[in-house]
């Protein structure tokens, strides 16, 4: 049970002073919250770092006040000045002095009252605010402060500034972030008090309040003191979170799983290639896993096209060698289906039995598939989300395999990972993982992110490929291209068309490649095909086999294509405002070409002029097709931490983690971390039961949920 006293800051932000329901719909759009939470709670504004800070320290007099600087001055209010009448565009200027000079006040579209009230003729007001110089007068517009001189001390001196969403304004912020902090108990030191010392760390409620209500402009730095303490406190979460989950993943008694060999065997005959080394380096680290009495939870990493669904394969044909069953999850219904063709030729040959369970499969089909499952009928179950529904019974279920796994959660990782065993005597066994990701994910975030997750990496490609010709060229030379398109569709070619991610002020992903759609109708008439997001499945599928067999040469489409499809004959991959994609992702689209004999080329669209980072993110890509290698300069590109290809690699986030020396912290939560567990390995003893507060500090859920079962 979370401790009470962390309570009030999982309360809805809803219950602090000046947070309506307008405000919270504010906040959920300003904050960043994690996944699954909907409304913004007291936490997620404790998280809600600021920016920077304003510095209203400078109390100068109006003859020494810097023209462009924030300053606070005291002052007489000697005349107002409204607009003329019928004029609302002149401004409503007030006359102020002090012993060395006078100060205009100005107000544009002012509302009359307020002003009034404020700041009443013949007495004197503190005003802060940015001033300018304007016509030899010192000016400032709209102070962002006016208070009486017996209320001086209600001016923040060193102000927080937040990311805001319009219609949201700081000063809501500020006071909602102040009543966060003031919620946040009292709790028992959780770091290592030589540690804290030898960096000059504040406690945890000194470090959330000084970059709340800063004491000093270098509190709110990532670099300072406060910031570093709580960056590392969420590494050191993480960290225990990953290993609590490892931890437990190893005691807990998997089945040794070995295979006589002859499935495998009969599948390798069949195959039309033999097998790179990376494939089976990584095949044999599978069946050793697999044979081992624990459960095992394998990363397998490999570009797209890679040759990962083999590897697969030879995965579940072990389970099915030794009387069990496997399961394959895809992420998509087209996924799935592509899944479910290429294996079935060679199911046949080694006569596995297959099924498949997406959506899709209602009503009879369905019951049917569900009952040769239950029965062990069904040696290999192929699907979507659906294959760990509650009502999914399998007889034997050894391995699951997850592909493009980042596109699920935790939670259905286990949910179908617990399918395992039923058979068994049900409840604990718990089946063996293969996670299978085409994101190359450099070591720093796999440690993060995965802990010592046991990886296998397919680091070559299988031989014969063409290398790809990637190009970066401007959107306004799209007409050449399309000339070019055209003579290379004589030849045969096929064409991804890949329209842009959209900027949310913009039309709809759909709208723009509805647009793209038409206009290269204009061209090519029938022979340009779309897909999208919003179709049936049933309509995706015909889509894609019209594309599969040639019958369609150009396929328009949001970036539902990005995983896995399969097209061979496909060589021309266009992407259009390619600078708004990321490195990884662009990666990724362009692993859909490239897969048969063909020439192939990738033409990334770029919206002139470009940023930096975009320009080196392009060339990046017309130089390498190493996945790796572009991973790591996509991370170095982001910068030490942002730590997150997350976002996009689907990777939880981190909520204040992201600060120089990042790399040094996280090694050092990692040691602390594996220090903790060995000794306490449930969290139980003194500094154990403070570390929990931590974990639901930084809602490290899953781990949570396997002490609390401890
Ligand atoms: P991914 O890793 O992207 O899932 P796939 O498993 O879909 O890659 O493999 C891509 C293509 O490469 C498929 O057509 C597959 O048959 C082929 N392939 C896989 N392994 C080899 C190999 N060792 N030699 C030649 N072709 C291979
Ligand atoms: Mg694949």
Redesign the pocket.
């Known amino acids: 049970m979370r401790p009470n006293d962390l309570t009030p800051l999982f309360a809805s932000a809803g219950s602090l002073t000046g947070i309506g329901p307008r405000m919270l719909l504010l906040l959920k759009k300003a904050l960043r919250l994690p996944p699954g939470v909907t409304e913004p709670r007291v936490l997620d504004l404790l998280w809600h770092l600021p920016t920077g800070v304003i510095d209203r320290r400078a109390e100068p007099t109006v003859a020494v006040a810097v023209p462009g600087t924030i300053a606070t001055l005291k002052v007489r209010v000697l005349k107002h000045k409204p607009p003329p009448r019928g004029n609302d565009k002149a401004p409503y200027k007030i006359t102020c002095e002090d012993d060395t000079g006078r100060l205009e006040l100005v107000f544009f579209r002012a509302e009359r009252k307020f002003i009034e009230r404020q700041l009443p003729e013949g007495e004197e007001r503190y005003v802060s605010g940015r001033v300018e110089k304007y016509n030899d007068i010192l000016q400032m517009a709209h102070p962002d402060y006016i208070v009486p001189p017996d209320r001086r001390g209600e001016l923040p001196m060193l102000e927080p500034v937040y990311g805001l969403t319009a219609g949201l304004s700081g000063k809501v912020l500020v006071k909602a972030a102040r009543q966060a902090v003031e919620r946040v108990p009292e709790m028992d030191e959780w770091q290592d008090a030589a540690w804290l010392k030898s960096r000059g760390w504040p406690g945890f409620n000194n470090a959330v309040r000084r970059l709340h209500q800063p004491d000093d402009g270098t509190d709110v730095s990532t670099g300072g003191a406060p910031w570093q303490r709580l960056a590392f406190d969420e590494l050191l979460a993480g960290q225990l979170a990953l290993g609590l989950v490892r931890q437990s993943q190893k005691s807990q008694r998997g089945r040794s799983i070995v295979g006589d060999g002859r499935i495998r065997a009969r599948i390798a005959d069949a195959l039309p290639?033999?097998?790179?080394n990376s494939?089976r380096t990584a095949i044999g680290e599978i069946s050793d896993d697999m044979a081992a009495p624990n459960r095992m939870l394998r990363l397998l990493q490999?570009d797209?096209?890679?040759?990962?669904?083999?590897v697969a394969l030879m995965c579940m044909a072990i389970a099915v060698e030794a009387g069990a069953q496997a399961a394959l999850m895809a992420p998509t219904e087209v996924l799935a289906r592509q899944h479910m063709e290429t294996i079935a030729p060679f199911a046949e040959t080694a006569r596995l039995r297959l099924g498949l369970l997406t959506g899709r499969e209602k009503g009879k089909t369905r019951r049917e598939v569900l009952e040769r499952l239950a029965a062990g009928d069904i040696d290999i179950l192929i699907g979507t989300h659906a294959l760990f529904q509650p009502d999914v019974i399998y007889r034997d279920l050894a391995v699951a395999v997850i592909d493009e796994q980042h596109r699920f959660g935790v939670h259905q990782r286990l949910a179908l990972q617990s399918k395992g065993g039923a058979a068994q005597g049900g409840v604990g066994s718990g089946a063996d993982v293969l996670a299978m990701t085409?994101t190359p994910i450099p070591r720093t975030l796999l440690m993060t992110h995965y802990g010592d997750l046991d990886v296998s990496r397919l680091t070559e490609k299988?031989?014969?490929r063409k290398p790809i010709t990637t190009k970066a060229v401007p959107l306004d030379t799209m007409e050449r291209l399309i000339e070019r398109i055209r003579a290379q569709l004589t030849e045969g070619a096929q064409v991804y068309w890949v329209c842009p991610l959209i900027e949310s002020s913009e039309k709809s992903e759909l709208a723009a490649a509805e647009e793209r759609h038409a206009h290269l109708k204009q061209t090519f008439g029938d022979a340009v095909g779309l897909l999208h997001g919003a179709m049936s499945g049933a309509e995706k599928d015909a889509t894609m086999a019209a594309f599969s067999e040639n019958r369609l040469k150009i396929l328009v489409s949001t970036t539902v294509i990005e995983v896995?499809v399969?097209v061979?004959n496909a060589n021309i991959m266009v992407i259009e405002h390619a600078e708004r994609f990321g490195i990884a992702q662009l990666h990724q689209l362009r692993?859909r070409v490239g897969?048969g004999t063909r020439e192939s080329f990738c033409m990334l669209l770029y919206k002139a002029p470009l940023g930096e980072t975009a320009r080196q993110r392009l060339e990046m890509m017309e130089r390498t097709e190493d996945g790796f290698l572009i991973a790591e300069k996509d991370l170095e590109l982001r910068g030490g931490g942002e730590v997150l290809g997350a976002r996009q690699s689907g990777l939880p986030e981190f909520r204040v983690a992201d600060v120089p020396g990042f790399e040094t912290l996280l090694a050092v939560a990692r040691d602390d971390a594996q220090m903790v567990l060995q000794a306490d390995p449930h969290l139980e003893g003194a500094r154990g039961r403070k570390l929990r507060h931590l974990l639901y500090l930084f809602e490290c859920d899953e781990a949570v949920r396997l002490f609390r079962a401890a």
């Open positions: 290639f033999s097998l790179t494939q490999g797209v096209g890679s040759g990962k669904t083999v085409a299988p031989p014969g896995g399969n061979p692993g897969r």
